[in-house]
Structures are given as structure tokens and as C-alpha cells.
């Protein structure tokens, strides 16, 4: 009786601690991919990009691109940039940009991102990515931030600093 009770009470620390990402895979599949993928590395989970050793990633908030050529970027890399390409394919079997080649872009060519997604995941991302982020202001909220991490401390402490006007710590 009490290994059942022991068991219960791990599934139901599990049922807590999951419920974030379990419901964000269902509710906002770009979302899920967004973190797994590791698009949350470079672009922030605010959508508005950061310091990284690729350079600065653009701000989606700001971004002028349609869902479409969202899809070619995230798809194929930005040539030049450090943004890498995430579809499983691009450049062989995924015409990218037009027809170009990793051959032809040379010493600018996109390198693969770790993580490849397939046609449906990359238009997921897209989606959420114009949805989500495109035309809002640089305004940090936690709900962003719970999207993501759930009730975590950090969430916790972005409410403070943004009802004290501290910003959250985004310096955009």
C-alpha cells in the first residue's frame, strides 16, 4: 500500500511538472518545437533575439516577413548570417532561395542546424513565430515567459521587475 502511494504521489509530481509542455504541444505546436529545436537559444523566449556567437538574431517582433518567406528562412538559414538551416533536406532535396546550392553560397553557405525538423514542424514554427511575436512591441510579459518555463522562478521574478518598472532584464 504505501509503494502505491509513493507511486501516486511521483505521478502526480510528473502530472504538475508536465502539464506546461504537454499542454504547449498541444495548444501551440510551434511553440513545443520553438524550445526543442532551440530557436529559444539564439531568439529568446520574448522573441527578441540577444547576443549570440552568430551575431545579434533579428527580433521577431520587428521582422517584416510573411508567414511564407518565414518559412524559407527557418527552412534554409540566412546565407551570411550565423541563422542555420533546420530543414531536414534543404539544399538536396528542398530547393532553397531560388535554386542556390550550399556549393554555389560558398564560405557564406548556412551550416545545418543540430536539431532538423520536416516540412510540417518548420511551417509550425513559422506560424507561431508571425502569430505570436510579429508587430508586438518590445514590452516583456510573463505570460510570454510562462509559455515556456511555467511558474518558475525566473517567471516569478519578471513579474517584480515589471510592475517595478524594471523592464525584466530584456535591454531592448
Not at 538574431?57 to 524559407?72: A, G, S
Not at 536539431?115 to 508571425?130: P, Y
Not at 510579459?141 to 517584480?160: N, V, W
Request: glycine fraction near 16%; hydrophobic fraction near 35%.
Amino acid at each position: 500500500m504505501r509503494g502505491a502511494a509513493v507511486a501516486l504521489a511521483g505521478l502526480l509530481a510528473m502530472a504538475w511538472i508536465a502539464p506546461a509542455s504537454a499542454q504547449m504541444q498541444r495548444r501551440l505546436p510551434g511553440a513545443a518545437i520553438y524550445k526543442q529545436a532551440g530557436c529559444i537559444t539564439c531568439h529568446k523566449w520574448h522573441g527578441m533575439g540577444g547576443p549570440g556567437y552568430g551575431g545579434t538574431p533579428i527580433n521577431f517582433r520587428q521582422t517584416i516577413l510573411e508567414l511564407d518567406q518565414m518559412i524559407e528562412v527557418i527552412s534554409c538559414g540566412r546565407p551570411g548570417t550565423g541563422m542555420m538551416y533546420h530543414l531536414r533536406g534543404a539544399y538536396k532535396d528542398h530547393d532553397c532561395y531560388d535554386g542556390m546550392t550550399l556549393e554555389e553560397l560558398g564560405e557564406m553557405a548556412p551550416g545545418p542546424a543540430r536539431q532538423l525538423l520536416n516540412h510540417r514542424q518548420v511551417k509550425h514554427v513559422a506560424e507561431f513565430i508571425v502569430e505570436h511575436f510579429k508587430g508586438r512591441s518590445d514590452d516583456l510579459e510573463t505570460a510570454d515567459c510562462e509559455l515556456f518555463f511555467g511558474q518558475s522562478k525566473m517567471c516569478r521574478q519578471l513579474k517584480l521587475d515589471v510592475a517595478g518598472g524594471g523592464g525584466g532584464g530584456g535591454g531592448h
